[in-house]
C-alpha cells in the first residue's frame, strides 16, 4: 500500500471562503493580448470580467446601421469607433458597440477615456446596458449615451450625469428619455444633425 509523506514545511492554512480575483484595465488587455479571450467577446466592469453574447443578426444590422450614420453625421475631426475599448478607471472597460471620440485615428496610441456619444446595441444586454453600464457611464462623466432596445424598438437617451451615492459606481442620469420608432433624437455633440430612430432599428 501506497504511504502518504507529508511535507516537511507545515501547509498553509487554508482561507475561511475563496475569494474573488479582480482585474484591472492592464491585466485584462494582457490576458486579451495573450489570446485568453480568442473565443468570446469579454468586457471588464469593476474588476470582473464579463462574457458577452454572441451578437446576431439584428444586433449586428442595428449596429452597422448606427455605424453609417454617426459617420456621416460626424466627420472631420471625429472618429466613430465600434466595439473598441474604453477605458474607465482601473478596472473597467466596458467595449461599448460604438463611441464617438473627438480627433482623428492617429491620436488614440492609447484607448480613449472619454466620449462624447456611447451607443448600445440591446437584446439579451438589456438589464446590463441600463443598469450597471448606465451607473458606469454616468460616472465616467459620459454626456450622452444612448441603448438602442431592438426587443421595445426604441432608443432609450440617457443625460446629465450627477452623483448618486445609491448606486455601486456613485453616479446616475438624471434624464432617461425612450423614444420610439416615430420619433428623432440629435446627439448633443451635434445638435442640427437629427437621427430618427427607426433608421437605427433592423
Same mark, same amino acid.
Given at each position: 500500500m501506497p504511504v502518504l509523506t507529508l511535507p516537511a514545511t507545515p501547509l498553509r492554512p487554508v482561507a475561511a471562503r475563496p475569494t474573488r480575483k479582480r482585474f484591472t #484595465?492592464?491585466?485584462?488587455?494582457?490576458m486579451w493580448e495573450a489570446g485568453w479571450f480568442d473565443q468570446c467577446k469579454p468586457m471588464l466592469i469593476a474588476?470582473?470580467?464579463?462574457?458577452?453574447?454572441?451578437p446576431g443578426p439584428a444586433h449586428n444590422t442595428s449596429l452597422t446601421l448606427a455605424d453609417y450614420i454617426f459617420k456621416a453625421i460626424f466627420a472631420a475631426g471625429y472618429v466613430?469607433?465600434?466595439?473598441?475599448?474604453? *477605458?474607465?478607471?482601473?478596472?473597467?472597460?466596458?467595449e461599448p458597440d460604438l463611441?464617438? *471620440?473627438?480627433?482623428?485615428?492617429?491620436?488614440?496610441a492609447t484607448h480613449p477615456s472619454s466620449d462624447l456619444l456611447v451607443?448600445? #446595441?440591446?437584446?439579451?444586454?438589456?438589464d446590463m446596458d441600463t443598469g450597471a453600464k448606465a451607473q458606469l457611464y454616468?460616472?465616467?462623466?459620459?454626456?450622452?449615451?444612448?441603448v438602442i432596445d431592438l426587443d421595445s424598438r426604441q432608443v432609450i437617451?440617457?443625460?446629465?450625469p450627477r452623483p448618486d451615492p445609491g448606486n455601486p459606481f456613485g453616479a446616475s442620469y438624471a434624464t432617461v428619455k425612450p423614444l420610439p420608432a416615430g420619433q428623432a433624437v440629435a446627439p448633443l455633440a451635434a445638435p442640427q444633425a437629427l437621427v430618427n430612430v427607426a433608421d437605427m432599428l433592423p
Amino acid at each position: 500500500m501506497p504511504v502518504l509523506t507529508l511535507p516537511a514545511t507545515p501547509l498553509r492554512p487554508v482561507a475561511a471562503r475563496p475569494t474573488r480575483k479582480r482585474f484591472t #484595465v492592464r491585466e485584462f488587455h494582457e490576458m486579451w493580448e495573450a489570446g485568453w479571450f480568442d473565443q468570446c467577446k469579454p468586457m471588464l466592469i469593476a474588476g470582473e470580467v464579463y462574457e458577452m453574447a454572441k451578437p446576431g443578426p439584428a444586433h449586428n444590422t442595428s449596429l452597422t446601421l448606427a455605424d453609417y450614420i454617426f459617420k456621416a453625421i460626424f466627420a472631420a475631426g471625429y472618429v466613430v469607433r465600434i466595439q473598441m475599448p474604453l *477605458v474607465l478607471g482601473q478596472t473597467s472597460d466596458p467595449e461599448p458597440d460604438l463611441a464617438v *471620440v473627438g480627433g482623428s485615428p492617429r491620436d488614440y496610441a492609447t484607448h480613449p477615456s472619454s466620449d462624447l456619444l456611447v451607443v448600445e #446595441v440591446a437584446d439579451t444586454s438589456l438589464d446590463m446596458d441600463t443598469g450597471a453600464k448606465a451607473q458606469l457611464y454616468a460616472a465616467a462623466g459620459i454626456a450622452d449615451y444612448w441603448v438602442i432596445d431592438l426587443d421595445s424598438r426604441q432608443v432609450i437617451v440617457y443625460r446629465d450625469p450627477r452623483p448618486d451615492p445609491g448606486n455601486p459606481f456613485g453616479a446616475s442620469y438624471a434624464t432617461v428619455k425612450p423614444l420610439p420608432a416615430g420619433q428623432a433624437v440629435a446627439p448633443l455633440a451635434a445638435p442640427q444633425a437629427l437621427v430618427n430612430v427607426a433608421d437605427m432599428l433592423p
